[in-house]
């Protein structure tokens, strides 16, 4: 064998470890696939693919109310997929799923795909927000599907502000009113109530005996004379 060959055997011996080596960092539960993996929220795992993950929270810091879970799934298998479940491990928080119309599962189709998150799409709600951890902070995200099972992976903490803006949260709660404003209004209200009672001029004492009405008593005084 010449020494090119003895070459070329040998490069596509390494190529032939290197995806058998591949191959069974991507099999089992304990994949490297599903470990978490903060600097990219996306991972395959058998035929699901997942892209795009992060959780979205309340875009002011300060503010009370729900997160949600953004994420496009891909189902590359022959059976339809359905996400069981959405956790945030070793968190109080609970994810509630609904689909994007009416009720029932959400179902990643053969061959296609499930965007969670954004206008008319299903969604992932966390009900306490904080729960779901700090903006810049790294959140394990588990999906359970029917047939590939759980796989986990990080996903960044954002706000609800610029590119996210419109997949965050649709329920934003409105400022509520301090005592200053509460103060202020009270008396105002109170104020408008006597003046629609006494306002009116019929109501006034002084225009029974109007000095016209004591002009024309005087006329008919003269004409009786």
Not at 88 to 117: C, F, M, N, Q, Y
Not at 134 to 163: C, E, H, M, R, W
Request: a negative charge.
């Amino acid at each position: 064998m010449s020494r090119s060959l003895r070459h070329g055997a040998f490069a596509a011996t390494a190529i032939v470890f290197s995806i058998a080596a591949l191959s069974a960092c991507g099999a089992g539960n304990d994949a490297q696939t599903l470990q978490v993996r903060p600097d990219n929220a996306a991972t395959t795992v058998d035929s699901i693919k997942i892209q795009n993950l992060n959780i979205i929270t309340q875009p002011e810091a300060d503010a009370e109310g729900p997160a949600v879970i953004a994420a496009t799934l891909f189902n590359d298998g022959a059976k339809r997929e359905i996400v069981e479940k959405i956790s945030l491990p070793d968190t109080g928080a609970t994810v509630e799923l609904k689909p994007a119309k009416g009720s029932g599962p959400l179902v990643v189709p053969a061959g296609g795909r499930l965007v969670i998150g954004g206008k008319n799409n299903a969604s992932a709600v966390i009900e306490n927000g904080r729960e779901a951890g700090k903006n810049g902070d790294v959140q394990t995200v588990a999906f359970t599907f029917s047939q590939t099972g759980d796989i986990a992976l990080g996903a960044t903490v954002v706000p609800a502000t610029s590119f996210f803006e419109k997949f965050g949260p649709s329920a934003v709660p409105s400022p509520k009113p301090t005592p200053s404003d509460d103060a202020s209004e009270t008396p105002g209200e109170e104020s408008q109530a006597p003046g629609e009672e006494s306002g009116s001029p019929s109501a006034t004492p002084t225009d029974s005996a109007s000095p016209a009405d004591d002009a024309a008593a005087g006329d008919t005084a003269d004409a009786g004379h």
